[in-house]
């Protein structure tokens, strides 16, 4: 067997109904839904995939290089030499025409920027730890190997000062100071989740149904105090919005026999919605677009380096929280 996860291929424990955590689309389910996603998105905005595609590039090469180097190598205009970890961050720094903010950073922000990447690292090394003493198992997920996060802790380091010079936050609704903190403190239940996904190809109930309602409820108060109440109300409607569109992807996959995603995405999509929303319904377009289309990468990687095949279960959410981070990076009308 070329993959390493073993016993992980016998795929996750069914729950019926609202309390389904399920996350394991086959390899083949996530292309066939990063191909439909990339149609539709083709069809009903034909100007959002030219503008970016030169902006997602680096990033892409940025993941094949780690499961598929060949791949990557075969791209044009792709960075020699990044890690994986920096693929949040990579492209805010890339884009020639981003604002000013993103590229030039002044001196003095400097120190808070490096504070935030302390704290960031320190936080995912405390989920890392979490993670790999395996609370969040089954007894019946204990003969699954050790779960390999070690990503966290540099992923977290690198997101956080990248959170905080997205202009989506630093110039979007509401008070600066309150938004980024709330972003950041909603990236560390993220991460668990995404760590959590990639061990067990679960979404646990006890973080995501919170999620659904507490979210909206801290996005409305700070676009009212922030004198902005289109952010409020976007923030209020958009987990209803992301979750109606992965709950029509999952009902379509129930009717045609063939389930490409399970509750936990959709749940999932609910609880990333208000934030994306938030920032504006183009920045919640792009997440979910995005969030398919790095699950269809994913797999694509995956099998050009011989490590999946088609019918291999693989994590849908690490692709909804790239996609998600990504589009809050990117400098979005």
Request: glycine residues 12%.
């Amino acid at each position: 067997m070329s993959l390493s996860t073993g016993p992980r291929l016998l795929g996750p424990i069914h729950r019926p109904g609202c309390w389904d955590e399920r996350d394991a689309p086959a390899v083949r389910h996530s292309l066939v839904m990063s191909i439909a996603a990339a149609l539709f998105v083709a069809v009903a905005f034909p100007g959002l995939l030219p503008n970016l595609a030169p902006d997602l590039l680096p990033a892409l090469a940025l993941a094949l290089s780690e499961v598929a180097p060949g791949a990557a190598a075969e791209l044009p205009g792709a960075p020699s030499a990044l890690p994986a970890a920096a693929i949040p961050t990579a492209i805010p720094t890339a884009i020639p025409t981003a604002p000013a903010g993103i590229c030039a950073v002044p001196a003095t922000a400097l120190a808070p920027l490096a504070g935030l990447a302390v704290v960031g690292g320190l936080s995912g090394l405390d989920i890392r730890r979490r993670v790999e003493a395996g609370v969040h198992r089954r007894a019946e997920e204990q003969r699954l190997p050790s779960p390999r996060v070690a990503w966290l802790v540099p992923v977290l380091a690198l997101s956080w000062p990248a959170f905080a010079l997205a202009p989506a936050l630093v110039r979007g609704p509401g008070p600066t100071p309150l938004v980024v903190a709330a972003f950041l403190v909603a990236s560390l239940p993220l991460a668990w989740l995404a760590a959590v996904d990639l061990d067990v190809h679960r979404l646990p109930n006890a973080v995501t149904l919170p999620g659904l309602w507490l979210g909206p409820v801290v996005l409305v108060a700070l676009g009212l105090i922030g004198g902005d109440p289109a952010a409020a109300g976007r923030a209020a409607v958009g987990g209803l919005v992301a979750g109606g569109a992965y709950g029509l992807l999952y009902t379509i996959g129930l009717l045609l026999a063939r389930p490409g995603l399970g509750l936990g995405d959709v749940k999932l999509a609910g609880c990333l919605g208000p934030w994306l929303a938030f920032c504006g319904w183009t920045h919640l377009a792009t997440g979910l677009y995005l969030g398919l289309a790095f699950g269809g990468l994913g797999a694509v990687a995956l099998l050009l380096a011989r490590r999946a095949r088609a019918h291999t279960p693989i994590a849908h959410g690490p692709a909804m929280a790239l996609g998600a981070g990504v589009a809050l990076c990117l400098p979005l009308g």
